[in-house]
């Protein structure tokens, strides 16, 4: 096998279309990144200020404390028990990480090995399948049901279990399909996890932002999970803050210990003036509820727009600034992405690279993207007369 054969997992993503190259001399507006605001926008204030502070403090200059800084542990955890109703010690239980990518990718180091089997919804986030690969595992996806609206199924893990499954994946809300499973499904598949002596990686990435009164009830505070159960957050996405680079861990001490021991020679430490910066958002009590107020409107007139698209399917996302779009009626789906990016200027996501059996014949459409409502609604218009007119 070459090296390039080795590499081609980790770009599932460029092949299958997910990221595709820019037009040359076009503005092409991207509502395929899933960075607030992005590209534009700017630190909040309360952020800006907390920074620059850290900078002129001595420990700039030094290496954090391997589990983050007592500042910002101490503001995660008032942010889960604020939105969890759920007590967790920052100094047993958290540990901040240089993005949750990185955090996902670490959670996965004393759990899996050669040959071990990792059970992931589809459709859901590419790297989900792509980091068990790394580690020589195998990510068995677990499909789904559109017609069900992506309800988790434990009969269709149980499908796919076998002696060599050692984990189950969640992104929860669900990426990129802005799913918030019911708790009553998020308690089966606790039980099947339990009973099956798994152990459950949840990427709680897109949490902050909940639509229409959904519960969202956090798997780690099922009884019986606390101790098998892997929580990453992050403040990339609810407070649009990817350039920070900081995310964090929950865990129960004994998996702690086991990861701590396996990341200082991967990463360091994360910076103490990103940890001010993002203490500091998570300790805000007016970023999260103005940003909420912002994508509450764009999700709903987003939607009215793409209703009147003939041929492809949409719903409502319970959660996150995302929406999944069924377009299988236009045609291939990687030929859609390309048709918008020259017909309308508009970049959009690859729904191929979100699931084998799920993803196909669908678009990922961020609807958080662009700080300028002017601007994001024109290319929304762009893009919903452009599939208007799609020669199907």
């Avoid at 503001?75 to 540990?95: F, G, H, Q, T």
């Avoid at 789904?144 to 984990?167: I, P, R, W, Y």
């Avoid at 099922?222 to 964090?248: A, D």
């Amino acid at each position: 096998m070459s090296v390039i054969d080795l590499m081609t997992p980790r770009y599932r993503g460029v092949k299958s279309g997910l990221f595709t190259p820019s037009v040359p001399g076009r503005a092409v507006s991207n509502l395929g990144s899933a960075d607030l605001f992005s590209p534009d926008g700017k630190l909040p204030r309360c952020v800006r200020d907390a920074v620059i502070a850290a900078m002129e403090r001595p420990d700039a200059a030094h290496y954090s404390h391997p589990l983050g800084t007592k500042e910002f542990r101490t503001a995660a955890a008032e942010r889960l028990n604020e939105k969890y109703s759920y007590s967790v010690d920052p100094d047993r239980y958290i540990m901040a990480f240089p993005g949750s990518e990185l955090a996902l990718q670490t959670a996965m180091l004393p759990f899996l090995s050669a040959e071990c089997e990792v059970l992931v919804p589809d459709p859901g986030y590419l790297a989900n399948t792509i980091d068990p690969a790394a580690l020589g595992a195998k990510a068995v996806e677990v499909p789904l049901s559109e017609g069900n609206h992506f309800a988790l199924d434990v009969t269709a893990f149980e499908k796919q279990l076998t002696s060599k499954t050692k984990m189950v994946i969640l992104t929860y809300p669900n990426n990129p399909t802005g799913t918030v499973y019911s708790p009553n499904e998020i308690r089966a598949l606790c039980r099947f996890i339990v009973e099956h002596d798994l152990v459950l990686l949840c990427d709680c990435a897109f949490d902050d932002y909940i639509f229409d009164g959904k519960e969202l009830l956090w798997p780690a505070t099922v009884p019986g999970m606390w101790e098998r159960t892997i929580s990453v957050f992050t403040v990339s996405k609810g407070w649009g803050l990817c350039g920070l680079r900081v995310g964090y861990m929950v865990a129960d001490t004994p998996v702690l210990d086991a990861i701590l021991g396996r990341v200082p020679a991967l990463m360091g430490c994360v910076s103490n003036i990103a940890q001010a910066g993002a203490a500091a958002a998570l300790r805000d009590t007016t970023l999260l509820r103005q940003y909420h107020n912002r994508l509450a409107t764009r999700r709903k007139w987003t939607f009215e727009q793409l209703c009147n698209v003939p041929g492809i399917k949409v719903t409502l996302p319970d959660a996150g600034f995302q929406f999944w779009i069924n377009t299988s009626e236009l045609g291939n789906s990687t030929e859609i992405v390309h048709y918008l990016k020259e017909k309308a200027d508009v970049q959009v996501n690859n729904g191929a690279a979100f699931g084998k059996s799920g993803g196909e014949g669908h678009l990922r459409l961020v609807f958080g993207c662009l700080d300028c409502d002017t601007e994001y609604r024109a290319a929304i218009s762009r893009l919903c007369s452009a599939l208007k007119n799609h020669p199907h």
